[in-house]
């Protein structure tokens, strides 16, 4: 985390009774300011369509502080203090008239507490609704774009549009009232340590940044598995699936900073550079491709944890004869000098056997097996694993002897965690972003041209698909690590996936 923000600001969160502020918004505000990062006079406003006044909305963020927040049991003094910074404004996200009315409000809380103007805006609304959002603060003139004044920023949710062409729009309809260095497109996978310290490991260890290519790495995997379904989704999974929910965005994400080259500084500009050209040195494929090189599953009923779950066709809001894909599979080629000629496989699914997500650097094998005489085979290649989740850290694999008389090597694992070697609780996600984009810091979001260009190579992917549609769904059970084709699209190539 860069550190508390000098800058108080008024954060309006739309959507603020919703899940997502329930769950991870308001707890993340509540342990920056536990953890004293955020300056006295910053006011929060949640805008919802129902609600009655402050001392209702705050009674029910406390709540979700009390079940959600990192820190627990929930401390009465700080919740007290934090509260006051707690405000509520009913209004309809579709009513103009409204925003002229929160205009009004903002101003009053923010004349009261010493603010300056400067506001964060949070869009945590679903994906139709952030247009017309936008085009309302535009027009109640609650966005400042010019410099030296209190500043205007906007926080967007993925998704980023449906495709290559709706995205192109909604980033359109953005810049029309927003400065791109205003626009802070979230992906919260980046705010995660182990993300974060991809580029660190890489970067600042003389050991593994020579060993970051061709030569010397066999191939990649990038793992997302949860094991719970699509559980209250149901109506959003049969129109995104999990390509876009998670392909899209998440993965490719974590693809651009294990193959980015080094930017010239860690700056937003410059890293959000090198992950650009990560993207459009992807090499395009031709339908017949994408249909070799993916795979599309959709679970069947089974059992996680040894308790039978039903399948997707059985979900709430889930057509009963639905083709909509909950596993993914993708094998991509980087054509680039550092990765010409290396896979990256890439898979996300649900009601996996468990909820994982990992990237896997697997190093070729010595040229020569050198204990062979000694009946030894070649051992297991060496691996470096990325941990993102659940427990965040990472692994190296590596050949070692076997105590004893004989020659006889086992694979054995170097472990580092994060909670082990600094002993406390780690920050979420979303508190390294809020504060990110408090600081004006859009080093770990997304720019626009990141979003289309990432996008330029999924449409195709799902264009190929919607011609092509699956015949054999549902094609795993759940509790397994999905449809058999997955296992052959590495088989063909004489890898298999790891299991972690």
């Known amino acids: 985390?860069?550190?508390?923000?000098?800058?108080?600001?008024?954060?309006?969160?739309?959507?603020?009774?919703?899940?997502?502020?329930?769950?991870?918004?308001?707890?993340?505000?509540?342990?920056?300011?536990?953890?004293?990062?955020?300056?006295?006079?910053?006011?929060?406003?949640?805008?919802?369509?129902?609600?009655?006044?402050?001392?209702?909305?705050?009674?029910?963020?406390?709540?979700?502080?009390?079940?959600?927040?990192?820190?627990?049991?929930?401390?009465?003094?700080?919740?007290?203090?934090?509260?006051?910074?707690?405000?509520?404004?009913?209004?309809?996200?579709?009513?103009?008239?409204?925003?002229?009315?929160?205009?009004?409000?903002?101003?009053?809380?923010?004349?009261?507490?010493?603010?300056?103007g400067n506001r964060l805006y949070y869009l945590a609304v679903p994906p139709s609704a952030i247009g017309e959002v936008v085009k309302n603060l535009g027009d109640a003139g609650m966005v400042h774009r010019v410099d030296g004044g209190p500043w205007s920023r906007v926080i967007v949710e993925k998704p980023f549009g449906r495709d290559l062409r709706?995205?192109?729009?909604?980033?359109?309809?953005?810049?029309?009232?927003?400065?791109?260095?205003?626009?802070?497109?979230?992906?919260?996978?980046?705010?995660?340590?182990?993300?974060?310290?991809?580029?660190?490991?890489?970067?600042?260890?003389?050991?593994?940044?020579?060993?970051?290519?061709?030569?010397?790495?066999?191939?990649?995997?990038?793992?997302?598995?949860?094991?719970?379904?699509?559980?209250?989704?149901?109506?959003?999974?049969?129109?995104?699936?999990?390509?876009?929910?998670?392909?899209?965005?998440?993965?490719?994400?974590?693809?651009c900073l294990v193959a980015m080259e080094p930017p010239v500084a860690f700056e937003p500009n410059a890293v959000r550079d090198e992950k650009v050209k990560v993207l459009r040195s992807i090499r395009p494929q031709t339908p017949e491709e994408i249909l070799r090189d993916t795979v599309r599953g959709q679970y069947g009923p089974g059992a996680i944890s040894g308790q039978p779950v039903p399948g997707y066709r059985s979900e709430k809001d889930v057509h009963p004869m639905s083709l909509r894909e909950t596993y993914a599979a993708w094998k991509v080629m980087v054509e680039n000098w550092r990765w010409a000629g290396v896979p990256f496989y890439l898979r996300a699914g649900k009601r996996m056997p468990k909820r994982?997500?990992?990237?896997?650097?697997?190093?070729?094998?010595?040229?020569?097996?050198?204990?062979?005489?000694?009946g030894m085979p070649q051992h297991e290649p060496n691996t470096l694993i990325l941990r993102i989740q659940p427990d965040e850290g990472i692994a190296l694999k590596f050949g070692a002897k076997q105590p004893g008389t004989s020659m006889k090597i086992d694979t054995v694992t170097m472990n580092f965690k994060y909670s082990e070697f600094f002993g406390r609780s780690q920050p979420e996600a979303y508190e390294r972003l809020l504060m990110d984009a408090l600081n004006g810091d859009s080093t770990l979001f997304a720019r626009r041209d990141e979003v289309e260009a990432a996008w330029e190579i999924v449409t195709p992917v799902l264009d190929a698909w919607r011609d092509d549609p699956p015949s054999d769904h549902p094609n795993y059970d759940a509790g397994t690590w999905g449809p058999e084709a997955a296992v052959a699209l590495l088989a063909r190539d004489g890898r298999r996936w790891r299991r972690p």
Do not use: C
């Open 1 to 116: 985390m860069n550190g508390a923000t000098n800058a108080p600001a008024t954060i309006v969160i739309f959507g603020g009774s919703g899940d997502l502020s329930r769950r991870k918004l308001v707890p993340a505000l509540y342990e920056l300011h536990r953890e004293r990062q955020l300056p006295p006079q910053t006011a929060i406003v949640g805008y919802a369509r129902t609600g009655e006044s402050d001392e209702t909305y705050r009674a029910e963020m406390k709540a979700a502080v009390a079940e959600f927040a990192r820190t627990k049991p929930l401390d009465e003094t700080v919740w007290n203090e934090f509260a006051s910074r707690l405000f509520f404004f009913r209004g309809d996200l579709r009513i103009t008239k409204n925003f002229g009315d929160l205009k009004g409000r903002l101003e009053g809380i923010e004349g009261g507490r010493g603010l300056t």
């Open 166 to 255: 709706t995205a192109r729009a909604l980033n359109d309809e953005i810049a029309s009232v927003f400065r791109e260095r205003q626009v802070f497109r979230i992906d919260h996978y980046l705010g995660k340590e182990t993300t974060q310290n991809i580029l660190v490991f890489r970067l600042g260890n003389g050991l593994f940044e020579p060993l970051w290519n061709r030569r010397y790495v066999d191939h990649v995997q990038i793992t997302v598995a949860e094991a719970i379904g699509v559980e209250s989704r149901g109506k959003f999974y049969e129109e995104a699936g999990i390509f876009r929910d998670i392909i899209q965005n998440h993965v490719l994400q974590l693809l």
């Open 356 to 374: 994982v997500t990992e990237i896997a650097i697997q190093f070729r094998t010595p040229p020569i097996a050198f204990f062979r005489k000694t």
